[in-house]
C-alpha cells in the first residue's frame, strides 16, 4: 500500500489561497476517483474538487472557513501501489500527524429513561436546531432546563418528549427569558460578501442620489409584450427594461461604466457593458453577470438575466458568470421600500437600486390628477469618479427612457 498527497490545485488565473467550504468525506472513509472530496472557495466561485484516485482517507488538512494555499497537500489517501511519495519526501506518517482531521464525535447510546435535572440544574447554552428551538418555543419548555442525549449535549426532538413524558413541562402560559446566545462562525460565501462590503464601505466614497419615476407607461409595453410574445421568449419583468434603460445610460455617460484601481490611480473604462444584478441566493448575496449587454435585445437580456440568476441560486454558476461586471443593479422586488442605499460592488463606481413600485396620485399638467406606477432609483456612486452632477444626469437619462419606453428601443 502507498499514500497519494493530494495537492490543492491552481484554481483560477491570480489565485493564490482558497477558503475550505465544506468537507464530503472523513478520515477512514473509502473513496473512489471522482468522487467530491472538498469544495474549495475562491473570490470568484466555490469549486468541487474531486478524488483522483481510489483509496482510503488517511488525513485531511483544513477546517471549515479556513484559508488554504494553493499547492498544500490537503488530503493523504491510502491506495494500492507505490502512490505519488517521492524518496526525500518528509515522513508521510509524520506529516499525516500534522494534519489529520479527527472524525467527528459519534453521539453515545443512551438506555434508560433520561433522568429529570435536579431543580436549579441549567444548561446556560442549550445547543439545539432552529426546529427544536421552535417547538420548545411553541410548547413554553426552557431548553436550558431539558437534558440533551446529543453530541456536547444536543437537544432533539426526542429529548423533548422525555422531558414532557417525565413532567418537566413548563405549565400554564408563564413567558421565560431567553439566555441563548448562539455563536455562527462566518464562514463561505457570508464571509466573502462581508469582505467585499467592508472593502467598498471603507475605501468608496459613496454619494447617493434618488428619484422618482412614472412607469406607467414602460408597465403597459411590458404587460402588452408579454401578452404577445411566443413560446421561446422568456416573460418580462421590470427589470430588463431597466437594464435597457441602463445600457443606453452607461453608453451615454461612459465614466460610469468603470472600474476604479486606486493603487494606480486609474479609472478603467469600459466599451462593453456587463451588467451585474445583484441577487439573494440561499448561500447569500451574489452578483451574477449579464455580459455585452450592448449586442442583446430585450428578449435576449431577460432570458439571459434569469439563466445566470438560476445557476447563482443552484450553486451550479461558473466563475465567469459571477465576475467582470462594470455596473451593477440591485433591487428588493416588491419589498423594496422606499429608499435604499445600495453598497457599490466594489471595484465599480455605480450601482442602480430598484424600489417597488406604487399606485399614487399624480398631478398631470398642472391640474389634471391621474393615478400613475411611481418607483424610485436609489443609486450610489463612487464620488472620485462620478461628479455629483453627472450621476444626476445619468438617472435622470434613465428616468426619461422609462417614462418614454419607445426610445429604449430607438
Given at each position: 500500500m502507498g499514500q497519494y498527497f493530494f495537492k490543492l490545485p491552481d484554481l483560477g488565473e491570480g489565485i493564490v489561497e482558497a477558503e475550505v467550504a465544506a468537507l464530503h468525506v472523513k478520515v477512514g472513509d473509502m473513496v473512489t476517483e471522482d468522487q467530491p472530496l472538498i469544495d474549495m472557495m475562491t473570490d470568484k466561485a466555490t469549486v468541487e474538487i474531486p478524488s483522483p484516485v481510489d483509496g482510503k482517507i488517511l488525513s485531511i488538512k483544513g477546517q471549515l472557513g479556513e484559508m488554504i494555499p494553493v499547492g498544500t497537500a490537503m488530503v493523504v489517501i491510502e491506495v494500492e501501489g507505490a502512490g505519488n511519495?517521492?524518496?526525500?519526501?518528509?515522513?508521510?506518517?509524520?506529516?499525516?500527524?500534522?494534519?489529520?482531521?479527527?472524525?467527528?464525535?459519534?453521539?453515545?447510546?443512551?438506555?434508560?429513561?433520561?433522568?429529570?435535572?435536579?431543580?436549579?440544574?441549567?444548561?446556560?447554552?442549550?445547543?439545539?436546531?432552529?426546529?427544536v428551538r421552535l417547538r420548545a418555543l411553541e410548547a413554553h419548555i426552557d431548553l436550558a432546563r431539558v437534558p440533551g442525549s446529543g453530541p456536547a449535549g444536543r437537544i432533539s426532538h426526542q429529548d423533548i418528549d422525555d422531558f414532557i413524558a417525565s413532567g418537566g413541562r413548563i405549565s400554564g402560559f408563564e413567558k421565560q427569558k431567553r439566555t441563548a446566545i448562539e455563536e455562527i462562525p462566518v464562514i463561505g460565501i457570508r464571509r466573502k460578501i462581508a469582505q467585499r462590503m467592508e472593502l467598498s464601505k471603507r475605501s468608496i466614497p459613496h454619494y447617493s442620489y434618488v428619484e422618482e419615476v412614472d412607469v406607467t407607461e414602460v408597465e403597459k409595453l411590458r404587460h402588452f409584450l408579454n401578452a404577445n410574445r411566443t413560446e421561446d421568449q422568456p416573460k418580462l419583468s421590470i427589470l430588463p427594461f431597466?437594464?435597457?434603460?441602463?445600457?443606453?445610460?452607461?453608453?451615454?455617460?461612459?465614466?460610469?461604466?468603470?472600474?476604479?484601481?486606486?493603487?494606480?490611480?486609474?479609472?478603467?473604462?469600459?466599451s462593453g457593458v456587463h451588467l451585474g444584478i445583484a441577487s439573494q441566493t440561499p448561500s447569500g448575496l451574489m452578483v451574477p453577470v449579464v455580459s455585452h449587454a450592448e449586442t442583446r435585445d430585450i428578449w435576449d437580456m431577460a432570458a439571459e438575466m434569469m439563466r445566470v440568476s438560476s445557476a447563482a441560486r443552484s450553486g451550479k454558476a461558473k466563475?465567469?458568470?459571477?465576475?467582470?461586471?462594470?455596473?451593477?443593479?440591485?433591487?428588493?422586488?416588491?419589498?423594496?421600500?422606499?429608499?435604499?442605499?445600495?453598497?457599490?460592488?466594489?471595484?465599480?463606481?455605480?450601482?442602480?437600486?430598484?424600489?417597488k413600485i406604487v399606485p399614487r396620485p399624480?398631478?398631470?399638467?398642472?391640474?389634471?390628477?391621474?393615478?400613475?406606477?411611481?418607483?424610485?432609483?436609489?443609486?450610489?456612486f463612487d464620488h472620485r469618479v462620478v461628479d455629483g452632477f453627472v450621476?444626476?444626469?445619468?438617472?435622470?437619462?434613465?428616468k426619461g427612457a422609462l417614462e418614454q419606453p419607445a426610445t429604449l428601443f430607438m
Open positions: 511519495t517521492e524518496p526525500n519526501a518528509e515522513d508521510p506518517a509524520e506529516k499525516a500527524e500534522k494534519t489529520i482531521i479527527e472524525s467527528p464525535v459519534k453521539p453515545v447510546a443512551v438506555s434508560g429513561p433520561i433522568a429529570m435535572p435536579t431543580s436549579g440544574t441549567v444548561n446556560d447554552h442549550p445547543l439545539a436546531s432552529p426546529a431597466i437594464m435597457m434603460a441602463t445600457l443606453k445610460g452607461m453608453e451615454k455617460f461612459p465614466e460610469c461604466n468603470s472600474h476604479y484601481d486606486p493603487e494606480h490611480s486609474l479609472v478603467r473604462r469600459f466563475r465567469e458568470e459571477l465576475s467582470g461586471s462594470t455596473v451593477t443593479i440591485t433591487s428588493l422586488g416588491k419589498i423594496g421600500g422606499i429608499v435604499t442605499t445600495p453598497v457599490i460592488n466594489y471595484p465599480e463606481v455605480c450601482i442602480i437600486g430598484v424600489n399624480m398631478v398631470m399638467n398642472e391640474t389634471d390628477i391621474q393615478i400613475r406606477k411611481m418607483m424610485n432609483l436609489s443609486s450610489s450621476a444626476a444626469e445619468l438617472i435622470q437619462f434613465i
